[in-house]
C-alpha cells in the first residue's frame, strides 16, 4: 500500500518527511508553516468549504484546499503567492459584505477567527455590497446564543453536532445564499432535540455561537485561564475554567487536552453554578443527632479513623468498605482503592458509577 | 407496472362502451367502396404514436384509444395484427405532437399535430383507402430537421415501446450485456476505451478509463450509478432517453457493473420525472423476470441488481458526490476530491458514476464494435451528442448530432434557421446555466469538448440555447448566474457569497445603475470564484458572465457609460420615444400611460414627456402601428 511509505513534500521551500495519510495542512503544521482556516477543526473530519486555506500546488492548475488535500510524493507546496492572497482577501472581503462587522459590541471579539483574518489580510467590509442577512438573534436555547448574522457558513458547528455528538440536532438548511445551520424544519433548539453540550459552541469560530452564561462577563483576553479536570464523572475531561476577579465566569475547551480534545458534555461545559453557589458546602459536616455542624478537616479525619478503627476492632477487617463517587478522578478513585486495601486490608471497594 | 394496470383497462372500458354503436360503421364499413379489393395490405399496418412526456401533454393516450375504438367501428380489427398500435418515445420534435407514424405497404408516413378527432379520417382515407390525408402529413421542416442528426440513441427512442421488453430484443437489445459477460471484464474496459466514450454528464471523462480505476480498487462492495438528476433548466434529453428506451440504460449499466466489477446498481433520479420513473420500473421488473437482472445473469455467474433512488431535485444533486451524500440519506452536498468515488464513493466504497446517454451508447459500442463508434465524430470527441435546442430558432426540440459537426449546421440545417425572419443569430449559450456564450462570429466552430472549452464554455450536459438579437446579454448572464446561485448548496464562500455580488452587480447594471469599474469587478471576482470553488457548481457559475464580458464587452459598457440596452430589453433603460414617420396620431398611448407623459391631441402626433415616463412600457404594447420605440 502506497500510503504506508513515506512521502516526501516541499512547502515553502522546507522539506517535510509524512508518514501515513497526512493533508497538506498537517504536514505544513508540523513544520511550523501556518496556513489560514477557518472551516477547519481537528476534530472533525476534512470539509474544504471555506476555501481560504487553498494553496498552489506545482503542476496543478486549480489551487488546492490544504485541508482535505492529500499530500503525495516529492509534492511541491507554495502556500502564499499574489492569487492566493488575492483570492483570500475575496473570500475575507466577501463574508464581512454579510457580515454584521459589530466587533465594538461583539462577544468574540479579541478571540474571532474571522476578526483576526481581517486584520491579518488588511481586508475591509467596503468592497462588496449588496444584500445583508438581517436575522434576529435566537435564544431559544437555554444555554446558546445564535446570532445567525454572525454565522458564515462554515458548518463545524453542524458537524461537531452531527459527528463528534451524533445528535443530529443542527444541518445547514436552504439554498444558496440562504443557507444557513438550524434544525430539521427551523423548530426551536430545546431540550426535545438538543443535549446542551456546547460543542457547536467550543468549534464556533465566530460570534454567532456563544455561552449565554458567559455572554457580557468579560472579554476573553481578560480571563485568568485555569486548567482542571472536570468532577462530574470518570471520563476525566479536562477544561480550562475562566476566570476574571476571582471569579469562575465560563468554562472553555482544552482542544490540547489529551483525553477529550476540547470535547465536553452539558455538564462539563455548563454545569458550574456550584462553584459560587451560596448554598455550597465548603467544610466537612459532622452530624450530632439530627442535625449537621461545621467542622474543620482534622476533626472530621480523626472521627472517621476512630470509628473505622473502633468498627474494625469489634466485627473484624471485612466489615467496613470504601464507597467513592464516580464525580472523583481517576487518580482520587484509584487512591480511595489503595487505602481500602493496604489500611482496611480488603477488597471491598465500590463506586457510584452503575450507568 | 401501475401504469400498465392503469391504462389498459382504461382502453379497454371506452371500447367497450363504444361496443353499441360499432354496427353502423361496420356496415357502412362493409358497403364502401373499395376497403377489401383494391386497397392496402391491412394486415401490415403499423401504427406507431409518440407517447414521450410532449406527446402524452398533447393527448397521445387519447389518440391510441381513439385508433382502437376507429379500428374496431371500421371491422378492421379482425385484420389487423394484435398490436398494430405501438408507443413510441420522444422523436425530440416535441412542438409537433402528438406524431403518429403510419406504416403501411412498407411505406412510412408521419402526421403532427394528431388529436383524438382526425383519427376517423385518417383510417378511412389512409388506412381504408390508401390515400395519406396530406395536410396533416409532417411539412418539409420535419425532415430538414432529421436529415442533419445522426440518431443512434434517440433512433430507437422514436420506435420500439419502451414498456414492452420484447420490442427492446427485438431490434438486438441485450445483445450486448449478453455478449459483455462472455468477455472478460479487462477485454469491455479496453474496447470502451477503444471506443473513446467520453461521459455525457458534463465533464467529458474518458469511460473506460474511470472503469478501469474503480475495477483496480480492491475494497467490496462497488457500486455503479446512473446520473439521472438532469438539472439543468430547459434540458431533457435524459428523460428522453430513459422514457423512450430505459432498457437501453438498463444493459448500459448491466455492461459497465460487470466491468467494474458492481454488483448493485443504482439509477438517482429526480422525483419529478414520474414517467420516466415508471418505465424504469417497468423495465426493471422484466429484465429481472428474464433473468437478465438478478442473480447469476444471463447464467454466467454474475449478479446484479438495479435500486431506483428518486431526488428531490436539487441542482447540485447532479453533482457526483453530492449525489452519493443524498443517496447516503445526507443533505445533498458535494465535498472535496480526492478521494475519487471510484476509491470511496458510495458508503465509502468503489463507485462508478455515469450519466444516462454514457450508459446508453455503451450497448452499441459492445455490439457493434469499439471501432465503429470511434468512426463517429472528431478527433477527440467520438459519437454523437444529444442536445436540447431551443431559443429564438424556428425548430426547437430534441436532436442528436455526430460530435464535431458546427454550430451552424445545427443552426441553420437542423434548427431551421432564426425563429423570426428579420432577426439576426446573436449568440449561442452551450452546456447549461454554467455554460458560456458563443458569439455569432463562431458559428463555424466544431461542437467538440476541447472546442467548446476553449471558447470559454462546454458541453455540459447539452443545453443550447439560441439567442438572436433582440437578447440582452447582460440581462441573459444575470438570468444564468441567479440560477447558478439559487441552486448553490451554499457549502463554499466563493460560490455562495461571490455568485449573489455578481447577481447583485449584474442587476445594478441592468436596472441603470452600473458603476464605472463594475466590469472589472465582475471579472476579477468571476476567475476568483472560478479558480476556489470547491465544486463543478461554484468552478463554471461565472462562465456566462465572464463570456459574455469577452465577446460582447460594448454592450455592458453602454449599459453602464450611455445608460443604453442595445437589445432594448432592459427596461430601466429603455427611453421611449414616438417615430413621428409612423405615427397615425390615433392617441392609444395616451390613453394607457398612467404616468401622464404621452402628450397628445387629436389630429397631432404623440409626443413623450422624459422626465414623467416610468418606463412601463404600456405605450409601447399599446400602439397599434409599432411607432414607438
Ligand atoms: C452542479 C453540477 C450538476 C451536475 N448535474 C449533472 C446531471 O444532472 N446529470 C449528470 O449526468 N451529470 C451531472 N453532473 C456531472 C456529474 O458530477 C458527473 O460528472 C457525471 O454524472 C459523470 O458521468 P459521466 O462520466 O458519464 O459524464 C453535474 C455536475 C455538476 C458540477
Ligand atoms: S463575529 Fe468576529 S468579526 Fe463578527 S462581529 Fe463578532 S468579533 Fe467581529
Ligand atoms: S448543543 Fe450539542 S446537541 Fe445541541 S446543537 Fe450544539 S452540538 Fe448539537
Ligand atoms: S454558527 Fe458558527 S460554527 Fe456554525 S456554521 Fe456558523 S460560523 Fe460556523
Ligand atoms: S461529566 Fe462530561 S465533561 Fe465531565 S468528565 Fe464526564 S463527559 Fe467529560
Ligand atoms: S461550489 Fe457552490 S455548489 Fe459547489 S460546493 Fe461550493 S457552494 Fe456548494
Ligand atoms: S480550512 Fe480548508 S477550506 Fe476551510
Ligand atoms: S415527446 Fe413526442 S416528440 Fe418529444
Known amino acids: ?355 | 407496472m401501475a401504469e400498465r394496470k392503469k391504462t389498459r383497462p382504461k382502453a379497454k372500458a371506452k371500447s367497450g362502451t363504444k361496443v353499441k354503436s360499432v354496427r353502423k360503421p361496420k356496415t357502412a364499413a362493409k358497403t364502401g367502396p373499395k376497403p377489401k379489393s383494391k386497397g392496402p395490405d391491412i394486415k401490415g399496418l403499423v401504427i406507431r404514436v409518440c407517447l414521450g412526456t410532449g406527446g402524452l401533454a398533447a393527448g397521445s393516450q387519447e389518440v391510441i384509444d381513439a385508433f382502437h375504438d376507429e379500428l374496431k367501428a371500421q371491422g378492421l380489427e379482425a385484420i389487423v395484427k394484435k398490436k398494430c398500435v405501438n408507443k413510441t418515445g420522444c422523436r425530440g420534435f416535441c412542438a409537433k405532437d402528438v406524431l403518429v407514424d403510419v406504416i403501411l405497404d412498407g411505406s412510412t408516413s408521419t402526421y403532427q399535430r394528431v388529436r383524438p378527432e382526425k383519427i376517423g379520417r385518417i383510417v378511412e382515407e389512409h388506412i381504408i383507402k390508401g390515400q395519406p390525408v396530406e395536410e396533416w402529413l409532417v411539412g418539409p421542416d420535419y425532415h430538414t430537421f432529421h436529415d442533419k442528426q445522426t440518431k443512434i440513441l434517440l433512433k430507437q427512442c422514436g420506435q420500439i415501446d419502451p414498456e414492452d421488453i420484447n420490442a427492446y430484443i427485438g431490434i438486438g437489445g441485450y445483445e450486448g450485456a449478453k455478449k459483455a459477460l462472455s468477455l472478460t471484464e479487462f477485454e469491455v474496459i479496453e474496447e470502451v476505451k477503444k471506443s473513446g466514450l467520453r461521459g455525457r454528464g458534463g465533464a467529458g471523462f474518458l469511460t473506460g478509463l474511470k472503469w478501469e480505476f474503480c475495477s483496480m480498487s480492491r475494497a467490496f462492495p462497488k457500486y455503479i450509478i446512473c446520473n439521472a438528476d438532469e438539472g439543468d433548466p430547459g434540458a431533457f434529453m435524459d428523460r428522453s432517453i430513459i422514457e423512450g428506451n430505459p432498457h437501453s440504460v438498463i444493459e448500459g449499466m448491466i455492461i459497465g457493473g460487470y466491468a467494474t466489477g458492481a454488483n448493485i446498481g443504482y439509477i438517482y433520479i429526480r422525483a419529478e420525472y414520474p414517467l420516466a420513473i415508471e418505465r424504469l420500473k417497468i423495465a426493471i421488473e422484466e429484465a429481472t423476470k428474464k433473468g437478465f437482472i438478478g442473480k447469476n445473469i444471463f447464467k454466467q455467474g454474475f449478479d446484479f441488481t438495479i435500486r431506483i433512488k428518486e431526488g428531490a431535485g436539487a441542482f447540485i444533486c447532479g453533482e457526483e458526490t453530492a449525489l452519493i451524500a443524498s443517496i447516503e440519506g445526507k443533505r445533498g452536498m458535494p465535498r472535496s476530491k480526492p478521494p475519487f468515488p471510484v476509491n470511496k464513493g458510495l458508503w465509502g466504497k468503489p463507485t462508478v458514476i455515469n450519466n444516462v446517454e454514457t450508459l446508453s451508447n455503451l450497448p452499441s459500442i459492445i455490439t457493434k464494435g469499439a471501432s465503429w463508434f470511434a468512426s463517429i465524430g472528431s478527433e477527440q470527441s467520438k459519437g454523437t451528442k444529444v442536445f436540447a435546442l431551443t431559443g429564438k430558432i424556428k425548430n426547437t426540440g430534441l436532436i442528436e448530432v455526430p460530435m464535431g459537426i458546427s454550430l451552424k449546421e445545427i443552426i441553420y440545417d437542423i434548427g431551421g434557421g432564426m425563429e423570426k425572419r428579420n432577426r439576426e443569430l446573436k449568440a449561442v449559450q452551450t452546456g447549461g446555466p454554467s455554460g458560456g456564450c458563443i458569439p455569432a462570429s463562431h458559428i463555424d466552430m466544431s461542437v467538440d469538448y476541447e472546442s467548446l472549452m476553449r471558447i470559454g464554455s462546454m458541453m455540459g450536459s447539452g443545453g443550447m440555447v439560441v439567442m438572436d438579437n433582440y437578447t440582452c446579454m447582460v440581462d441573459m448572464a444575470k438570468f444564468f448566474i441567479s440560477f447558478t446561485q439559487s441552486e448553490s448548496c451554499g457549502k463554499c464562500v466563493p460560490c455562495r457569497i461571490g455568485t449573489k455580488r455578481m447577481q447583485e452587480i449584474l442587476t445594478r447594471i441592468t436596472g441603470g445603475k452600473g458603476k464605472e469599474d463594475d466590469i472589472d469587478l465582475l471579472v476579477e471576482l468571476g476567475t476568483d470564484i472560478k479558480l476556489s470553488s470547491l465544486c463543478g457548481l461554484g468552478q463554471s457559475a461565472p462562465n456566462p458572465v465572464l463570456s459574455t464580458i469577452k465577446f460582447f464587452r460594448k454592450e455592458y459598457e453602454s449599459h453602464i457609460k450611455k445608460g443604453i440596452c442595445p437589445a432594448g430589453v432592459c427596461k430601466a433603460l429603455r427611453q421611449y420615444v414616438v417615430n413621428t414617420e409612423n405615427c397615425k396620431m390615433c392617441g392609444k398611448c395616451a390613453r394607457v400611460c398612467s404616468s401622464g407623459a404621452v402628450i397628445w391631441q387629436p389630429k397631432q402626433k404623440a409626443v413623450i414627456n422624459k422626465s414623467k415616463c416610468v418606463k412601463c412600457g404600456a405605450c409601447f404594447d399599446a400602439c397599434p402601428f409599432k411607432s414607438i420605440m
Not at chain 1, 475575496?90 to 459584505?97: P, V
Not at chain 1, 457547536?200 to 460570534?207: A, D, E, H, M, Q
Not at chain 1, 476492632?313 to 467496613?320: A, F, I, L, R, S
Not at chain 1, 464516580?326 to 480511595?336: G, M
Open chain 1, 1 to 355: 500500500m502506497p500510503e504506508k511509505k513515506i512521502k516526501k513534500v516541499k512547502i515553502d521551500g522546507r522539506k517535510i518527511a509524512c508518514e501515513r495519510e497526512e493533508t497538506i495542512l498537517q504536514a505544513a503544521k508540523k513544520a511550523g508553516i501556518e496556513i489560514p482556516t477557518l472551516c477547519h477543526d481537528d476534530r472533525l473530519e476534512p470539509y474544504g468549504g471555506c476555501r481560504l486555506c487553498i494553496v498552489q500546488v506545482k503542476g496543478v492548475v486549480r489551487p488546492l484546499p490544504a485541508c482535505t488535500t492529500p499530500v503525495t510524493n516529492n509534492m511541491e507546496v507554495c502556500t502564499e503567492n499574489d492569487i492566493i492572497r488575492r483570492i483570500r482577501q475575496n473570500i475575507i472581503a466577501l463574508l464581512l459584505s454579510n457580515h454584521p462587522n459589530d466587533c465594538m459590541k461583539c462577544e468574540k471579539t479579541g478571540d474571532c477567527a474571522l476578526q483576526d483574518l481581517a486584520y491579518r489580510y488588511d481586508v475591509d467590509s467596503t468592497r462588496f455590497e449588496g444584500e445583508k442577512w438581517d436575522l434576529p438573534i435566537r435564544e431559544d436555547n437555554p444555554f446558546i446564543s445564535y446570532e445567525p448574522n454572525k454565522c458564515i457558513l462554515c458548518g463545524r458547528c453542524t458537524r461537531i453536532c452531527n459527528e463528534v455528538v451524533m445528535a443530529g440536532t443542527i444541518d445547514l438548511v436552504g439554498r444558496g445564499f440562504n443557507s444557513m445551520p438550524d434544525t430539521a424544519f427551523r423548530r426551536p433548539r430545546t431540550i426535545d432535540n438538543c443535549e446542551f453540550c456546547g460543542q457547536c459552541v467550543s468549534t464556533c469560530p465566530t460570534g454567532a455561537l456563544t455561552d449565554k452564561k458567559g455572554r457580557g462577563r468579560g472579554r476573553s483576553y481578560e480571563m485568568k485561564k485555569v486548567r482542571t479536570t472536570c468532577s462530574y464523572c470518570g471520563t476525566g475531561c479536562n477544561f480550562d475554567l475562566n476566570l476574571k476577579d476571582g471569579k469562575v465566569v465560563k468554562v472553555t475547551s482544552a482542544y490540547d487536552a489529551p483525553v477529550n480534545h476540547g470535547n465536553l458534555c452539558i455538564k462539563g461545559r455548563y454545569g458550574y453554578d456550584f462553584i459560587h453557589s451560596a448554598d455550597r458546602i465548603k467544610t466537612p459536616l459532622i452530624r450530632r443527632g439530627d442535625s449537621f455542624h461545621e467542622a474543620t478537616w482534622d476533626e472530621a479525619i480523626d472521627l472517621i479513623a476512630d470509628r473505622f478503627s473502633g468498627l474494625m476492632k469489634k466485627y473484624g477487617n471485612k466489615t467496613v468498605g470504601a464507597f467513592s463517587s464516580s464525580r472523583c478522578t481517576n487518580e482520587e478513585n484509584f487512591l480511595i482503592a489503595k487505602f481500602a486495601r493496604t489500611v482496611f486490608k480488603n477488597n471491598n471497594v465500590d463506586n457510584c458509577a452503575r450507568v
